[in-house]
Structures are given as structure tokens and as C-alpha cells.
T-cell receptor, first 116, second 116 residues
Framework: AQKITQTQPGMFVQEKEAVTLDCTYD???????LFWYKQPSSGEMIFLIY??????QNATEGRYSLNFQKARKSANLVISASQLGDSAMYFC?????????????FGGGTRVLVKP | DAGVTQSPTHLIKTRGQQVTLRCSPK?????VSWYQQALGQGPQFIFQ???????QRGNFPDRFSGHQFPNYSSELNVNALLLGDSALYLC???????????????FGEGSRLTVL
């Protein structure tokens, strides 16, 4: 079974500063993927970034980067130059890459509030 | 290119009633998954459909059932509604081929169900 742990229930960040959201995972499967999603108050889960377990380099997507430390089983999200529109819930998730499907296991989320 | 679309966006039911939620996947996607997100929690996997068959199922009772149509759209049915079924129901779509290892998994805006 897979497990995702997000230990920060909520955090404040000053506009234009960087913020790191913590995520640790647990799985015995060697092939897996790690996702980060943003969920504003509207409810939609917005895909931010993906990291495969065999990817050699940390994933980056614009202002988002994923700090992947495989040995420590952590996949922290870094948001650079925070904007007011970044205020939302952020979820870390993972899937095990098997032929049976693409089921995601989610963490409990971290609420981010960006202050002007 | 339309993303994942869900209907209805909001609905209110009473205990014991039945509800049907609908999802149209992103163009080019043939696999549909459903998730339940209770207030303040991360989404929980309900089941996944591919080729009109249920491929994976999470820990949900038989009151939760689904269907996938030849055009890849899907329905989620919940019978004998309980107060605890109140949640945001999210649909996600992905391509079966390649989606497992590329992170191509996108969500709709969800259907918010309130059971009174």
C-alpha cells in the first residue's frame, strides 16, 4: 500500500517570497510517480508538476519545482516568487506504475495563504 | 480543447435517495477515475473505468457503482444516500497508453453533493 504524508496543515508566505511544501511518501514498489496539485476554493484539482521515480533530474514547471530525494522518500514542492493567486490547498499524490491502472493516493493537503 | 467536464456542479439530496454524476474526459483520454473528497481531506479513490469495465476499486461499498460509455464518458451512481456521502466528487481522466508513467492525469471541477 502507498501512503502520502503532508505534515504542514497550513502556512503563511509573504508575496514574492519562495515557499516549500513538505511531502513524504511510502511505497515498496520501485516504479512510481509523484504529483502535486493545487486546489483553489472553486474545487478543481489543478495539475502542477510530476516526477517519475526513475527521473534523474528534479522536475520543474515555471515557478514550481519538485525537490525529489529518493533515499529519504520525500518530494517537496517549491513555489518561487509567490503570488496572491497561489493561495489555495496543495496536495501531494502518488501512483504506482502498474498495468492495472493509474490510481492516485493523496496526502491530507497543505493550505497556503499568500500575504500582500 | 475541452478539459474534463462534470455535471451537475452542485446538488442536494436527502437520505435514502439515489444520485447520478456525469463526467466527460479530456479529448484523447480513454480512462476515467472517480474520487470522493470529504471536507478538509484529500481525495479518496473510488474506482476506475477503462474499456467500459471497472479496472480498479477503492474501499467503497457496493452502493457506489459506475459505468463507462463507448465514447469514454462515465457516470457515478450512489444509492441509498447517507449523510456521510456529502462530499466533492471529482472525475479524473488519463490516457491508458503512456499515462501511467507521464503524469498525464487531469481532474474536472467536481460535483458537490450535499445529503440532508
Amino acid at each position: 500500500a502507498q501512503k502520502i504524508t503532508q505534515t504542514q496543515p497550513g502556512m503563511f508566505v509573504q508575496e514574492k517570497e519562495a515557499v516549500t511544501l513538505d511531502c513524504t511518501y511510502d511505497t515498496s514498489d520501485p516504479s512510481y510517480g509523484l504529483f502535486w496539485y493545487k486546489q483553489p476554493s472553486s474545487g478543481e484539482m489543478i495539475f502542477l508538476i510530476y516526477q517519475g521515480s526513475y527521473d534523474q533530474q528534479n522536475a520543474t514547471e515555471g515557478r514550481y519545482s519538485l525537490n525529489f530525494q529518493k533515499a529519504r522518500k520525500s518530494a517537496n514542492l517549491v513555489i518561487s516568487a509567490s503570488q496572491l493567486g497561489d493561495s489555495a490547498m496543495y496536495f501531494c499524490a502518488m501512483n504506482v506504475i502498474k498495468a492495472a491502472g493509474n490510481k492516485l493516493t493523496f496526502g491530507g493537503g497543505t493550505r497556503v495563504l499568500v500575504k500582500p | 480543447d475541452a478539459g474534463v467536464t462534470q455535471s451537475p456542479t452542485h446538488l442536494i439530496k436527502t437520505r435514502g435517495q439515489q444520485v447520478t454524476l456525469r463526467c466527460s474526459p479530456k479529448s484523447g483520454h480513454d480512462t476515467v477515475s472517480w474520487y470522493q473528497q470529504a471536507l478538509g481531506q484529500g481525495p479518496q479513490f473510488i474506482f476506475q473505468y477503462y474499456e467500459e469495465e471497472e479496472r480498479q476499486r477503492g474501499n467503497f461499498p457496493d452502493r457506489f457503482s459506475g459505468h463507462q460509455f463507448p465514447n469514454y464518458s462515465s457516470e457515478l451512481n450512489v444509492n441509498a444516500l447517507l449523510l456521510g456521502d456529502s462530499a466533492l466528487y471529482l472525475c479524473a481522466s488519463s490516457p491508458q497508453a503512456g499515462g501511467l508513467s507521464t503524469g498525464e492525469l487531469f481532474f474536472g471541477e467536481g460535483s458537490r453533493l450535499t445529503v440532508l
